[in-house]
């Protein structure tokens, strides 16, 4: 089975500070996603990459940067992070040819 | 502007009887529909998916219908167990792009 692993279950961080949230899948999946979720929203599409050092804007890009150096990787970057990004942030990767996603188990971050 | 539209927030019903989720999607470019569900500190799975080439996929207990002219799908459980409390996302995509998501449909099955 694809594994989707991101680095934290939950964060704290302050407001202003640089946050990082890494994600790593390990079956070669080409494309590879950042959402967020908020009660009343839904999964809300933040950035996505569908290859190595290609980066596209989702939704709701404002406040947030990515980087993907490397296939298995994509990390999601919060410049200067503020109160309403206090949110869980779910990753997920696609590929061999099927639709659906595989996301991990969620970051939660509450910016303070 | 959502794309994808789950309407019902919440939804309860008794062990052993129907539940259906309703969906509605505005883009009618969408071509590939899916349904995920989600247990809390977890992230969503895929539960069952279809085509705009049809109307009807099932999968053992789970059934997903559509009706393109209305935009329009929806889940059927048949019969609802306990184990399948959790918030259902409808997800719909234009070919093999990225997927928009609905809002979520919190499902309590009692016991």
């Known amino acids: 089975d694809v594994k989707v692993t991101q680095s934290s279950r939950y964060l704290v961080k302050r407001t202003g500070e640089k946050v990082f949230l890494e994600c790593v899948q390990d079956?070669?999946?080409?494309?590879m996603f950042w959402y967020r979720q908020d009660p009343g929203l839904g999964l809300r599409l933040i950035y996505f990459s569908y290859d190595v050092k290609m980066k596209e804007k989702g939704d709701i890009p404002e406040g947030y940067s990515v980087s993907r150096e490397k296939k298995e990787r994509f990390s999601l970057i919060l410049e200067s992070a503020s109160t309403n990004q206090t949110s869980m942030y779910l990753c997920a990767s696609r590929g061999g040819g099927v639709y659906g996603y595989t996301f991990g188990s969620g970051t939660r971050l509450t910016v303070v | 502007d959502q794309q994808v539209k789950q309407n019902s927030p919440s939804l309860s019903v008794q062990e052993g009887r129907i539940s259906i989720l309703n969906c509605d999607y505005t883009?009618?470019?969408?071509?590939?529909f899916l349904w995920y569900k989600k247990y809390p500190a977890e992230g969503p799975t895929f539960l069952i998916s279809i085509s705009s080439i049809k109307d009807k996929n099932e999968d053992g207990r789970f059934t997903v219908f559509l009706n393109k002219s209305a935009k329009h799908l929806s889940l059927h459980i048949v019969p609802s167990q306990p184990g399948d409390s959790a918030v259902y996302f409808c997800a719909a995509s234009v070919r093999n792009n990225d997927m928009r998501f609905g809002a979520g449909t919190r499902l309590t099955v009692k016991p």
């Open positions: 079956m070669d999946h080409e494309n």
């Open positions: 883009n009618s470019m969408f071509d590939y």
